[in-house]
């Protein structure tokens, strides 16, 4: 499975963004795909995933009511749905790939895209 993760940017508090993770390889619906990111100097975090065809989520608290996190199977696209985001959600985002459900660690997941940064000016 590869993935190219896309959408970053600059973005002023309260803004939203959309990334996209597209896969490409096996068919990435048999996988869980998460979001995590990482801020600078801070360890790589959780964010949401999304297993089962898209029929199951899970998030992170820091993106519960904000984030959304979809599946488009004919795409073989997965897509992170950030609104009312604030300076601390900047960091550089990453999609990845695995097959333990709804994963929350990143020894989980088997394979990474290459990140996407994500500022968000105060």
């Known amino acids: 499975v590869q993935l190219q993760a896309s959408g970053g940017g600059l973005v002023q508090a309260g803004g939203s963004l959309r990334l996209s993770c597209a896969a490409s390889?096996?068919?990435?619906?048999?996988?869980?795909t998460g979001w995590f990111r990482q801020a600078p100097g801070k360890e790589r975090e959780f964010v949401a995933a999304i297993c089962c065809g898209g029929s199951s989520t899970n998030y992170a608290s820091a993106a519960k009511g904000r984030f959304t996190i979809t599946r488009d199977n004919g795409k073989n696209t997965v897509y992170l749905q950030m609104n009312s985001l604030k300076p601390e959600d900047t960091a550089v985002y990453y999609c990845?790939?695995?097959?333990?459900?709804?994963?929350?660690?990143?020894?989980?997941?088997?394979?990474w895209g290459q990140g996407t940064l994500v500022t968000v000016s105060s």
């Open positions: 990845a790939a695995g097959t333990d459900p709804l994963a929350t660690m990143t020894r989980r997941y088997d394979y």
């Open positions: 390889g096996r068919t990435a619906s048999r996988y869980t």
